[in-house]
């Protein structure tokens, strides 16, 4: 899972940052709203934390702006000390998707943005995906390789329609497991074996496999050009 925290509190981000890292996650951070704004804007984030006072520009209005402006559903969660229902309705009313007061517990945020993660990928897929000759129908949840149906387990075609969501993407193993198994528990072996299982489903005489590892990162889906037809 890839994360923007936006947060002015230097001890608070980086703990926040130091934790989410340690569990496997890709994580980017700013110090002030109006940095956080233009980082989300030019890459891309599974999920966003958002301290509402911000300088520069606060929380609530980074937010709107994003919803607004930049037209994102990234999912955002709001972090803040401030415990008022008032506050929360601000906060839910600017476009943010959950809400945490502090002081809280760094399991129960990577908690709630795994599952912000995981709801809003299953709202994106409303459409086919293609990567090359490879295809995945999300309503059907069939895949093909070269018009042939590849048969894979779901948990498989889970983390393949990750991966041709954003394709030539470096994706960490932490984040393949919590996009495979959410909260269940789930080791670097199971993962492997469910790579494997898509690499060899896969397979094609002469070429190279589409899914490719990255050394001491993750995995990556290879998007190659399709030879011309002669």
């Known amino acids: 899972m890839r994360v923007l925290i936006v947060e002015d509190d230097i001890g608070i981000a980086s703990n ?43 929380g609530l209005d980074l937010c709107r702006r994003l919803r607004a402006e930049a037209e994102l559903d990234t999912p955002v969660l709001m972090l803040t000390a401030m415990v008022s229902l008032d506050d929360k309705l601000s906060g839910f009313s600017s476009g943010a998707d959950d809400y945490l007061v502090k002081p809280y517990s760094l399991r129960e945020v990577e908690a709630r943005l795994l599952a912000l993660a995981k709801r809003h990928k299953g709202q994106v897929i409303q459409h086919q995906l293609k990567v090359g000759d490879l295809v995945y129908d999300p309503d059907r949840l069939v895949v093909t390789h070269g018009g042939e149906p590849v048969r894979l387990p779901p948990k498989c075609i889970r983390i393949l329609a ?52 990255v050394h001491s990162v993750g995995y990556r889906l290879a998007a190659r050009e399709q030879p011309p037809v002669a």
């Open 16 to 58: 926040l940052h130091d934790y989410l890292e340690s569990r496997g996650h890709a994580v980017e951070s700013a110090t002030d709203g109006l940095t956080g704004y233009r980082m989300a804007v030019a890459q891309e984030f599974d999920a966003m934390v958002l301290d509402v006072r911000l300088p520069r520009l606060s």
């Open 162 to 213: 990750a991966m041709m969501q954003s394709p030539n993407r470096v994706f960490r193993r932490g984040e393949l497991e919590a996009i495979a198994w959410g909260g269940e528990l789930a080791t670097s072996e199971t993962l492997r074996a469910h790579i494997h299982l898509l690499r060899r489903a896969l397979a094609r005489d002469g070429q190279a496999n589409p899914i490719e590892t």
